[in-house]
């Protein structure tokens, strides 16, 4: 026999009683939480351990926003938990059980960050604070929950109100507002107050006092788990499935347009084809970083077949100090000729708000991978009301351009400019006052 003490795990503390609910549900997908101090993620933690300790062989992602989050919210708790009974690979970001189980540790900052994911095979998948992600994100991991085993196929994810997931989670599980294809007995939800966290409570009553002195509509949705409370997301009417639609061939019937939104760090730019109703398709985009006009101009000209306009914002006609010409006039050198529009940005959005409103009249092929990821990512400017947030940047650009197009559908928002150079060096610059 040997003398070796086998090792062992150094797990303490019992669930409390929603924490139970959570560990015995089994439904393919399951949220935990809906307020702040509910005990996510230790509950999140202990079943995914459970569920490697009771499956041999079992294949389990855990997911958090980003990686300081990974690594202060779990891989340090798992790290403490673990030691000694399994084995943990700093590069690989994984933990390895005796039994053949394995907990993969990930973290989804961007879209870039999924192609890691693809094409892999997990058993269970859990997002901590999945209001954090988004539907597309949420939608590509859901690809991954396969396995041809007998293993039990679940998603686990923990959550609060707010946050660019805000839209979808509430949908699924709060309203339980399905679409086709979602089979309602698949999901299931335990509301998990701070109130339920005995523990927390015990340990810092000051906790409780705090959610209590913060601003109304964040105590609603921290202290009270009220979904109505907090959106957050600037364009809650974005519908995957609704303002989606697979690539297609274009009616030839249709008229074509380009917008545009330009800058040094970003050219955006989205096509659209109208057909005789007003119902309109993006079929195409731009996206690219660190483009000087000339390359931003090849890159227009090559998707601009049958293209009757390109629609570009009325700053693009200011001068630049170092050469005295404007962007625009850069454009109309390199034989892109634009149409100048004044365009406010509350009243753009709430022109782009109408056509998301209005069933079927916007559509946007699934190609444009950009604008689909971008859209429901925008959130309420803090101190505009009305404007979507300018941060981040970086995915602020494909919504703008779409902006364009749709203040572009009404009649008196193309700027007249009498004096502007760029029509003087060849008459190709639209400019208009109606459409």
Aim: hydrophobic share 35%; with cysteine; glycine share 6%.
């Amino acid at each position: 026999m040997s003398n070796k003490t086998k090792p062992k795990l150094n797990l303490s503390g019992f669930p409390q009683e929603k924490q139970r609910m959570f560990f015995l549900a089994d439904t393919k997908y399951i949220a935990y939480g809906g307020a702040r101090g509910g005990g996510k993620s230790w509950a999140l933690r202990r079943k995914l351990v459970l569920l490697a300790l009771n499956y041999a062989g079992i294949s389990i992602l855990l997911i958090r926003r980003t990686l300081p989050e990974l690594r202060d919210n779990h891989i340090r708790p798992l790290t403490k938990e673990l030691s000694g009974f399994c084995k943990y690979s700093a590069m690989k970001k994984c933990f390895d059980f005796p039994n053949g189980s394995r907990i993969q540790l990930g973290y989804l900052d961007s879209d870039g960050d999924l192609l890691q994911y693809q094409g892999q095979e997990y058993d269970i998948i859990a997002l901590d604070e999945a209001t954090q992600i988004t539907e597309y994100q949420f939608h590509t991991l859901k690809g991954s929950l396969r396995g041809a085993n007998s293993f039990p196929k679940r998603m686990y994810i923990t959550c609060n109100p707010g946050g660019v997931g805000h839209a979808w989670v509430k949908r699924l599980f709060i309203d339980r507002n399905f679409r086709e294809g979602e089979n309602p007995d698949e999901y299931s939800f335990i509301q998990a107050l701070v109130y339920d966290n005995e523990i927390l409570l015990k340990k810092n009553p000051d906790y409780l006092n705090q959610l209590k002195s913060l601003p109304e509509s964040l105590k609603q949705a921290w202290l009270c788990g009220r979904w109505d409370e907090f959106e957050g997301q600037f364009f809650s009417e974005f519908d995957y499935y609704k303002h989606t639609c697979p690539v297609c061939e274009i009616n030839e019937d249709v008229r074509k347009y380009c917008a545009i939104d330009y800058g040094l760090d970003m050219l955006a730019a989205v096509f659209v084809a109208v057909d005789n109703k007003g119902n309109c398709v993006v079929y195409d985009e731009i996206h690219m970083e660190n483009l000087i006009v000339s390359k931003a101009s090849e890159l227009i000209k090559e998707k601009m077949d049958g293209v009757c306009m390109v629609i570009a914002p009325s700053d693009l006609w200011s001068r630049q100090k170092d050469s005295g010409k404007s962007i625009a006039e850069l454009f109309c050198e390199n034989g892109v000729y634009l149409t100048k529009l004044k365009s406010e940005r509350i009243g753009g959005w709430m022109c782009l708000r109408e056509y998301l409103k209005k069933d079927g009249k916007l559509k946007i092929m699934r190609n444009c991978q950009n604008l689909i990821r971008c859209l429901p990512l925008l959130m309420h400017d803090k101190t505009r009301i009305g404007d979507a947030s300018t941060k981040p940047h970086n995915i602020t650009h494909a919504p703008d351009a779409l902006r364009y197009f749709a203040v572009s559908r009404y009649s008196d928002v193309f700027a007249e400019n009498k004096e502007n150079t760029s029509i003087k060096l060849k008459d190709k610059i639209k400019t208009k006052k109606e459409y």
